[in-house]
């Protein structure tokens, strides 16, 4: 269904279904007719025919709506309407109950969101909550591919979930871009004070995105076994392919945590290299200035007994021996790379 279909959809149904992206049925690989909410279960119960539900942050009484539809498990509801699941897979009689975190870069932070699936005999409902990229792209090409389309729920399920692992590789990119700029910045001596803690902000938002990525791991074996309802064994390549792309995503995450924890410790030691150069560049113009101030806490003691301050020309030699004095520190420390 195009993006204007399904706003068009949307805005026709009543204010008990705001929340539905898309609503069809589909036999054969083929796009049959867009259907309410309530004649969904009547649809999925006809041989060969699909119906995909695609909603969006549902309300209570939409969900209850969709369970009567297709007779879903109340703990599924729940954690639908809850969202803040972990990612897992979930057998409910013949249906399956699939959580799946999503990841999108929002302000230059890792903002992650839940896709819940229901899946069963002839039905699919997907449930999204949070930052998370509408599915329209996943259901133009399954359309677009009907004969891998025409396999039925198990096809819709892996088509999603192959979209929501590849949305993890932008993320990653944004970060590795923003790694490489901060990290050019460290070796070249130009890093600023608030790049240590944006450091330290991308290591922890990549630690959650590796949580929310690698429970998938589990949940695409569990679906490549054979024995789960609606799940067909011949797909169990296309699964194990997404199990590819987690992996993946996640050397690539323990990859840029590497790099990042290099930095960081590269930025922590630049920093401490800047203070000592400052502090020697301190020491050594605090020795300069020690002879003149030795000099003349010497002539200031008011003694009466003092012969310097009969001599003509005392003044003259003291300044000069001062300026010799401090002359020679100051080729000292520079030799030694202190100034």
């Known amino acids: 269904m195009h993006m204007a279909d399904a706003l068009k959809f949307v805005s026709a149904q009543p204010k008990d279904t705001q929340g539905v992206v898309a609503s069809a049925v589909y036999a054969g690989g083929r796009r049959v007719a867009e259907i309410p909410i309530g004649e969904a279960g009547e649809w999925s119960r006809r041989p060969g025919h699909v119906v995909w539900i695609g909603l969006h942050e549902p309300g209570l009484d939409l969900l209850r709506q969709v369970q009567r539809e297709f007779n879903l498990h109340d703990l599924s509801i729940e954690d639908a309407l809850k969202a803040h699941q972990r990612p897992k897979l979930e057998q409910y009689g013949e249906a399956l109950f699939v959580v799946v975190r999503t990841a999108q870069m929002l302000d230059g932070r890792i903002a992650f969101g839940e896709t819940h699936l229901f899946v069963g005999h002839g039905y699919v409902v997907s449930v999204r909550h949070g930052a998370s990229t509408s599915y329209t792209p996943v259901r133009e090409r399954c359309e677009a591919d009907q004969k891998a389309f025409s396999e039925g729920e198990d096809f819709i399920l892996y088509a999603v979930l192959d979209f929501i692992v590849d949305n993890y590789m932008p993320v990653i990119e944004a970060i590795q871009a923003e790694v490489e700029a901060i990290e050019d910045s460290i070796l070249a001596e130009t890093a600023t004070r608030t790049q240590v803690p944006r450091l ?137 790379g202190w100034l």
């Open 200 to 336: 330290y902000q991308l290591r922890r938002d990549l630690l959650r995105l590796r949580n929310a990525a690698v429970p998938l791991v589990e949940v695409c074996r569990r679906l490549e076994q054979p024995g789960l309802p609606g799940i067909d064994p011949a797909m169990s390549p296309l699964f194990r392919d997404v199990s590819d792309h987690i992996r993946r995503v996640q050397e690539e995450i323990e990859s840029l945590r590497e790099v990042l924890a290099f930095a960081f410790e590269t930025s922590l030691m630049t920093g401490q290299a800047q203070q000592n150069e400052i502090t020697r560049k301190l020491a050594a113009w605090a020795a300069i200035l020690a002879v003149p101030t030795a000099v003349a806490g010497i002539y200031g003691m008011n003694f009466e007994n003092m012969p310097e301050l009969e001599w003509r020309y005392g003044y003259v030699l003291v300044l000069a021996a001062i300026l010799v004095a401090c002359g020679w520190l100051y080729w000292r420390f520079r030799q030694n």
